[in-house]
């Protein structure tokens, strides 16, 4: 029941890819980001290596190339790219969040690189 702007699904993603730190004050323990963002579960392998099948951690879904993210309601989700240093914040109501992703993998994260 979250009400949140792109903007702060942003800060949010900004402050797990800081490993809680929010201006260099600590907000969120570094090891519970660590254990939250982790693969805790298990969850299949999907059609050709989806995101959806990459593993789950605490409310933390895990992504392909080493990224993590957060959804919410309607396609709504922030992507932390922590080995590109980068948050990717969306909002948009979709049927299909993996189309969504695909793009990012495909357009975005070569630019970044």
Not at 5 to 32: C, H, I, M, N, S
Not at 41 to 57: E, F, I, K, M
Request: glycine content about 12%; charged content about 20%.
């Amino acid at each position: 029941g979250l009400s949140a702007t792109t903007e702060d699904v942003a800060k949010f993603g900004q402050l797990y890819l800081r490993r809680g730190l929010w201006d260099g004050r600590p907000l969120v323990p570094a090891a519970w980001v660590d254990a939250a963002t982790a693969r805790q579960v298990a969850n299949g392998t999907g059609p050709g290596g989806a995101d959806w099948a990459q593993g789950y951690g605490y409310l933390f879904w895990r992504c392909r190339h080493g990224a993590y993210r957060a959804d919410g309601k309607d396609g709504q989700f922030c992507v932390v790219l922590p080995e590109a240093d980068v948050v990717v914040a969306m909002t948009a109501h979709l049927e299909d969040m993996q189309a969504e992703l695909d793009l990012v993998w495909d357009h975005l994260l070569p630019a970044i690189g």
